[in-house]
């Protein structure tokens, strides 16, 4: 059962700007690199459906965080079909994203009020997600459907649209920078938050410091 309602998730991801989006099959290291993010100052935080038995990690990362991280609202990603929404939703998902749209996960989220953040690669890809109760699209992989002057050319003629850029996103003053300026209302960002070297020699603080420096400069940048 999620912990948070439809309008406490978006705002907190609008409010943020940043979204982390991380794997590891191994749930005590996923509770160290969320809890890290979470000292970090992030309130958002996307899992991944990515490998065997990703649900069986999920439900003990989500009890962890209900208890360890009492503000943080934990989301799944990489959700291709309603039947694997349903189930990440029964075990406490509070957001579903997925790397394409697929308006029955709609049905399913929204019958939950659970928000749903589908991938979408093109102005009526957008358009479609809108129309089937999508209030933040992701526009993925961000990087090859045209950075940032794709979400200032989108947001031209549709200027209510909330756009989430995953893909070729960096903690970089200049990247970040680029996002923001062109309208981007948050950029979902994975393995540049979590340096291989860091996780694998457990330096959490290193993790911290990089989601602070991050949400630092989205803050400084942002629009609106």
């Known amino acids: 059962m999620a912990r948070f309602n439809k309008i406490q998730t978006l705002e907190a991801i609008l409010r943020t700007g940043m979204v982390p989006v991380y794997y590891h099959p191994d749930a005590a ?29 999920f439900g003990e990362l989500s009890k962890f965080v209900a208890r360890e991280c009492p503000e943080l609202i934990l989301g799944v990603g990489s959700v291709v079909d309603p039947a694997t929404a349903a189930l990440y939703i029964q075990l406490g ?3 579903v994203v997925g790397p394409l749209f697929n308006p ?3 049905r399913v989220c929204n019958r939950r009020l659970i928000p749903y953040v589908p991938g979408c690669g093109s102005v009526s890809e957008i358009g479609f997600a809108q129309e089937a109760g999508c209030d933040l699209c992701k526009i993925f992989p961000a990087g090859n459907v045209g950075g940032p ?15 989430m ?3 070729a996103v960096e903690p970089t003053e200049e990247n970040l920078a680029a996002w923001m300026k062109a309208g ?15 996780v694998e020699r457990g330096d959490w603080q290193a993790i911290s410091d990089l989601c602070r420096h991050a949400l630092d400069i989205i803050q400084k940048h942002k629009i609106g």
Not at 39 to 54: I, K, L, M, S, Y
Request: glycine share 8%; net charge positive; with cysteine.
């Open 29 to 57: 290291i996923a509770r160290q690199v969320v809890k890290a993010c979470y000292e970090g100052g992030v309130r958002v935080f996307e899992f991944t459906n990515r490998g065997d038995f990703a649900q069986e990690v």
């Open 93 to 95: 998902a509070n957001f």
């Open 104 to 106: 029955e996960i709609a």
């Open 165 to 167: 850029a995953t893909g």
């Open 149 to 163: 002057s794709f979400v200032k050319n989108i947001k031209a003629p549709m200027p209510w649209s909330l756009i």
């Open 184 to 198: 981007t209302a948050c950029v979902g960002m994975g393995s540049k938050l979590f340096p291989k070297e860091a």
